[in-house]
């Protein structure tokens, strides 16, 4: 009666879904690029995924033809929340398969940003939470098995470089870096799965060779825990 079989909850994961944020674009994107090239060389298949997408804007139109709801944080959550679920479902089959994804753009960006417009600290768990159960039991998203925040001081962030969220099409105001970075750590507090970078020693921003060793020492652990290289 092998209908009847359950499934064995011991089976080898194949693939894992990493994400890494910062409120430094420059170093987010540095570090993408040379993590995906860490995995590659290490014989993982990798691939870098950046929120929201060109499907996000194409799929989701009516939103922008009403500007008064962009000021809405569980509105623009539930687009934010939608555009995983859209990006995160088609890859599905290629975690499966053994592939790491490297996510910007995730639920813990999306929450920090959002977070900079409530300035009362209970309205602003309420809205991680919302986040939450936006992502997990509406949407259903495929869970991220690690969000990794590199922590930026704002004197190393430049205002060029602090000009898109990960909701940029959503037309908002750019938060203050000094906020933006708050709301981070904040976020990163009260959000499961998340651990703390530090990309500054003693006031001074760190090399990017020392920044990936210590985001690679925690991605390398996740990849050979949900993943193997192909033999």
């Avoid at 994107?29 to 990798?46: D, K, M, P, Y």
């Avoid at 960006?109 to 209970?122: F, G, K, P, Q, R």
Wanted: proline share 5%.
């Amino acid at each position: 009666m092998s209908w009847l079989r359950k499934t064995d909850k011991r089976e080898k994961k194949l693939g894992a879904i990493i994400a890494i944020e910062s409120v430094s674009s420059e170093v987010a994107q540095t570090l993408l690029a040379s993590i995906e090239r860490e995995l590659t060389t290490a014989g993982f298949a990798a691939s870098v995924i950046e929120l929201p997408t060109k499907q996000a804007e194409n799929n989701i139109p009516a939103v922008f033809e009403f500007p008064e709801l962009l000021d809405n944080q569980e509105v623009m959550g539930f687009v934010a929340g939608l555009d995983k679920c859209i990006e995160l479902k088609t890859l599905s089959a290629r975690v499966e398969q053994g592939e790491t994804i490297l996510l910007t753009g995730s639920r813990l960006a999306v929450a920090a940003w959002l977070a900079t417009e409530i300035s009362e600290y209970n309205s602003r768990v309420i809205l991680y939470r919302w986040l939450e159960r936006v992502d997990q039991v509406l949407l259903r998203v495929p869970k991220v098995d690690l969000s990794i925040y590199v922590d930026a001081l704002p004197e190393h962030v430049s205002d060029i470089e602090h000009i898109s969220a990960p909701a940029g099409w959503l037309q908002r105001t750019v938060p203050a870096i000094a906020d933006l970075r708050e709301s981070f750590l904040e976020a990163a507090q009260l959000t499961a799965g998340v651990k703390v970078v530090p990309a500054h020693k003693n006031g001074k921003l760190m090399p990017d060779g020392e920044i990936h060793n210590r985001v690679w020492n925690l991605v390398r652990r996740i990849a050979l825990k949900t993943n193997r290289p192909p033999t």
